[in-house]
Structure formats: C-alpha cells, structure tokens
C-alpha cells in the first residue's frame, strides 16, 4: 500500500541507467528460487549476454519480483516458469515471464492490472493484496515502457514488459521527469478522479466500476491524509469521497478542500452509507456536489460521473 500510495502521489525517484538485463534476471531468479523450489516449479532462463534496457535498476528488479512473484503462486504443481528476453515493438526489449497455471479467462484480461482486483483469488488459499500488477505496470510506465499480458485457460499465461534500449527511443520519456504520474503520460486526454474510502473493498468496486471507461484515470486513497495530498499534487477532475473514516471524516476533508483556490471547484460527490434523509440533507448543505448512498447502483453511478465530466460542466461548478 505504501509503494502504491508513493507512485500515486509521484512521490518516487527514477535513475535511468543502462541495465544488463543478465545479471538483475539472475539476481531475481535466486530470490525467488526458494518459493520456487517448495513447489517444486522448474525456472528457466533465456536471457542474451548483453540484453541491455534503459531502466531504474532497483524499481525494474521490484516489478520483475512481483511478475515472478504471481507466477509462482498462481502455477501448479510441478509446472513450469520461463523467463525470456528479445526484440520487441520500436527499439525496446520484451522481457516476458510465461507460467503453466490455470490461466485467465479473456473476460477478464482488461481487469488485471486494476488496484485491489484478484479476479476472485481473494476466495481462494492463495495470498496476495491485488495491488502488485498495479504497481508492476506503474512502475514500468513511470520508465517509460509498457505491460501486457496473454493467456490461454488451462494452458498458462504470459506476462510482458517492454522497456528502451537505449537513450532516446520512442517510448522513453526524455522530456518528461522522472517523477511524472501515469496520468500525465497517457496519450490524448484522460479524466482524472481521485476516490477516496479506507475500505479496500470499496476502493475495489469503484475501480471495477470505472474499469469500463478508457478515458478515465482512476486513483485512489485509503486514508484521508494521502487522498489530499493526492489531491494536492493532482488538481483531479472530480473526487469521490467517504464520509465515515477515522481521523479526518468525509466533511473535514470537504472544508479543506473548499479552502484551496484550485480544488474548491472541483465536485465533489458523497459516496457513503449514511442514507438517512436528515444525513443527505446535510450533505448537501455542507457543499457536496452530489451525495450517493450505498449500496451503490452501476447506471446511475456511471451517469452521474459523466454528468460531471462532461465538456464545461466542471467549469460550472
């Protein structure tokens, strides 16, 4: 949650360097050895000599960790984990990790790399928190790469990371600091919100919920601190927020945002299980934008956000 947070707020430092792929694939390989080993998996390394990207060291080894990582948990006994590098799009390398487990329904491709979405893991023996592809694909994107993924049920799946090879490619950010958030790199225009609710299962469906929307970039904060920092550093389109939090509850993070000159126009809508009529009548009065109770309802959750997204509305506010 706290590397999460960190990468969510741009609160995190790149050195882009030259890395041999060779020596950090190894270094991972013998850290994950172990988990490997009690499952009795075979690791298998393809990795050219001088296979070399463009990369922060440390970060690259985190977010290949966390691809090993699930590939391990989520094989099957006896399998297989292949780690392979070679050419992939426009002057990158593909570095792809590929299991033998259960594999992924296409269904549900487009839901992975969301925050606190196990795909129904969270049923099963198999450990985990749902935020490890997140933070895997933000890291590779803050480096100027990208992820995918292909799998096939029963067979396996394959997961991928492309970074530059050299200084100067097409997809290397050269222009752009280090600290730039995902948001701020995506092509074209991409709202952003910013929900914040300590409840991760909360935070889970309003990410399934968005999850249907390309132009949409979601980010989220399990604590009221962290989600006006974000807020701060993000200036975001339109903010969801609980009422019901510790330390700070919904209605001191409105007056603290009503008091800055650049989120006070923001809306922001009420999201909360504090349904009684007298409650959404102080919701309203206390400056709400719209005040939703829960549980919530897809449609009129989805129109009500793009009420508020539409072209000039925010400026209405």
């Known amino acids: 949650m ?9 609160h995190i430092n790149l050195s882009l360097e030259s890395v041999p792929l060779g020596p950090l694939i190894e270094d991972c390989h013998q850290l994950i050895r172990p988990l490997a ?12 000599a001088e296979a070399t990207v463009r990369a922060d060291r440390i970060q690259l080894r985190q977010a290949l960790l966390n691809l090993l990582s699930n590939a391990v948990k989520y094989n099957r006994e006896h399998g297989e984990i292949r780690v392979t590098v070679g050419p992939g799009a426009e002057n990158c390398l593909r570095i792809a990790v590929a299991d033998t487990g259960r594999g992924i329904p296409p269904e549900h491709l487009a ?13 099963s023996e198999i450990d985990g928190t749902g935020i490890g592809l997140t933070i895997t694909r933000r890291l590779v ?13 029963g067979i396996g799946s394959t997961f991928w990371v492309e970074l530059p090879q050299r200084a100067g490619t097409a997809r290397e950010l050269s222009a752009q600091p280090a600290t730039a958030t995902p948001s701020e790199r995506t092509p074209g225009h991409q709202h952003q919100i910013l929900c914040i609710d300590d409840n991760p299962a909360n935070l889970k469906l309003i990410a399934q919920m968005l999850g249907q929307h390309r132009d949409i970039h979601l980010m989220t904060a399990h ?3 962290l989600g006006i920092e974000l807020a701060l550093a993000h ?3 339109l903010i969801l927020l609980d009422i019901n939090m510790p330390h700070l509850d919904g209605y001191q993070v409105l007056k603290i945002f ?14 909360t299980a504090n349904a009684m009529p007298r409650d959404i009548a102080r919701g309203m009065a206390a400056g709400f934008t719209e005040y939703l109770t829960k549980p919530l309802k897809l449609e009129p959750f989805l129109q009500t956000i793009d009420r508020y997204l539409a072209p000039g509305e925010k400026s209405r506010q």
């Open 223 to 225: 604590t009221p601190t």
């Open 37 to 48: 080993v009690a499952r009795q998996l075979a690791l298998n390394l393809d990795v050219h």
């Open 235 to 237: 200036r975001p389109d």
């Open 111 to 123: 839901s992975l790399f969301q925050p606190f979405n196990r795909l129904g893991a969270e049923c």
């Open 141 to 153: 994107e803050l480096m100027g790469g990208s992820i995918g993924v292909s799998s096939e049920v």
């Open 258 to 271: 009503a008091a800055d000159a650049h989120l006070r126009r923001v809306p922001v809508i009420a999201i």
């Open 2 to 10: 706290l590397d999460l947070a960190k990468i969510e707020s741009g």
